[in-house]
């Protein structure tokens, strides 16, 4: 199955994600000229900006509403930029999207507190969207999101852990952050509760099956594309499905090696990732990836047929189909 290119699927939105940028931009250049040089490091222009593609294409499943969509779509962004902020010093990261990462750059020290403003920066946006609901979901989200972190680290990145409680912390760290955009979007737009329901459904299922992809092209993907190292999860400590889907072709010695092995740990992790590939870990994530789209595109059913739920559709497809 091909992907759709993003420029196709964000046709209806492409006025508003240009508007989009122009928040982010004039909320970095209205700091001082230190934040402002930290800020235009890791805000405007970089990334997908698929979060707030979706509220976008969400805010329009009934009246659309720009004048509070778009601050609550910058908002998105800017909190899904804080929690990168924020990962890149946990995960003690060099590269993000082939750039030194803020903590590489500078320290850890300025890198947490530009997350913290970042984070007080995305709660004053979300305000500007002047709903209540949208406003209590994005703080509760927020919290979900860093506890879910914390979580992560508290366990060390478990070795033992189940698919169950894999796709537990990507729903914490990933597919929250998806649900609020769809959810917020169609609040935003006076939609009925069944949709709101339907499309921060769709929101949570299909950002679960987006961080499975993310997780294969950890393994698969080129590294230009990605803008970091192949492996980089594994060399971080961090379990993945494809990593959890052959476990058991390994021994317990040699797989707890790869992650948190003391010394020399080049052989275990070569050794985990050519299993990987060899024994089918791979094509089982994106089984587990399609399947998870297959339902965010049936829980769409609520929505009325056109041009919005056919992009929301095509969406969840380039989700599974992308390589970077």
Not at 204 to 209: E, K, P
């Amino acid at each position: 199955m091909g992907s759709t290119p993003t420029a196709t699927i964000f046709s209806l939105v492409r006025e508003d994600l240009v508007a989009v940028e122009g928040v982010l931009t004039r909320a970095v250049e209205a700091e001082g000229p230190t934040m402002r040089q930290l800020l235009g490091l890791v805000l405007p222009g970089s990334g997908k900006r698929l979060r707030p593609a979706l509220a976008l294409l969400c805010g329009r499943v009934n009246s659309f509403r720009p004048d509070r969509l778009i601050p609550f779509a910058a908002a998105l962004e800017m909190l899904h930029t804080a929690t990168l902020v924020h990962d890149d010093i946990v995960d003690e990261a060099d590269v993000r999207r082939g750039y030194p990462t803020l903590n590489a750059k500078f320290n850890n020290s300025v890198a947490v507190l530009v997350g913290d403003f970042m984070f007080a920066q995305a709660s004053a946006q979300a305000v500007q969207a002047e709903d209540f609901r949208v406003i209590k979901s994005f703080t509760r989200t927020a919290m979900t999101i860093i506890g879910g972190q914390i979580d992560e680290s508290w366990s060390n990145g478990s070795v033992g852990m189940s698919r169950e409680q894999y796709l537990s912390r990507i729903g914490n760290k990933t597919a929250a952050l998806f649900a609020l955009a769809a959810e917020g979007g169609a609040m935003l737009s006076e939609a009925s509760q069944s949709v709101v329901e339907a499309v921060k459904r769709y929101g949570y299922v299909m950002g679960l099956a987006f961080q499975i992809v993310d997780d294969i092209l950890d393994v698969v993907g080129d590294e230009r594309s990605l803008g970091k190292p192949v492996g980089s999860d594994v060399r971080q400590g961090t379990v993945t499905l494809p990593a959890l889907l052959v476990r058991d072709r390994l021994t317990p010695e040699q797989f707890h090696a790869a992650f948190h092995g003391d010394g020399h740990r080049e052989e275990p992790i070569n050794l985990l990732l050519e299993t990987i590939q060899r024994e089918g870990g791979i094509d089982r994530s994106y089984e587990e990836a399609d399947r998870l789209v297959a339902e965010a595109c049936a829980v769409l059913a609520p929505l009325p047929n056109g041009e919005v739920r056919d992009s929301l559709v095509d969406l969840a497809r380039f989700a599974v189909r992308r390589d970077a």
